[in-house]
């Protein structure tokens, strides 16, 4: 299996010391890494998992009271799986098997 290719692109903001603008890049398909991604993930589980919707101005109100309403007042339930700060495990609960 051949690794990608890495491709290193110049950025202006990286040879200006005085800005604040700090780039993360990551692999070209990478969704684990994005939190974009995770975010969808958990919208899907309590959005779409085992529920249908008869039009689809149904399911984009419930989508929509999802992002806006319940991610911001469950935000600590949520943020684990999908910012950077994953939580950490404990070795005495956590198991192996192989």
Known sequence: MQKPEIKRIHYESDSQPGRRIKLHFIPPYCPHLNPIERLWGV???HV?????YATCAQFA???LEF?????PRNWPRF???????F???SPA??????
């Open 93 to 98: 609960t956590f198991r192996v098997m192989t």
């Open 61 to 63: 109100d419930v989508t």
């Open 79 to 85: 943020r684990d799986s999908v910012t950077d700060n």
């Open 43 to 45: 919208m899907h589980k």
């Open 87 to 89: 939580r950490v495990i």
């Open 67 to 71: 992002l806006r309403a319940k991610v």
């Open 48 to 52: 779409t998992h085992n529920k249908s």
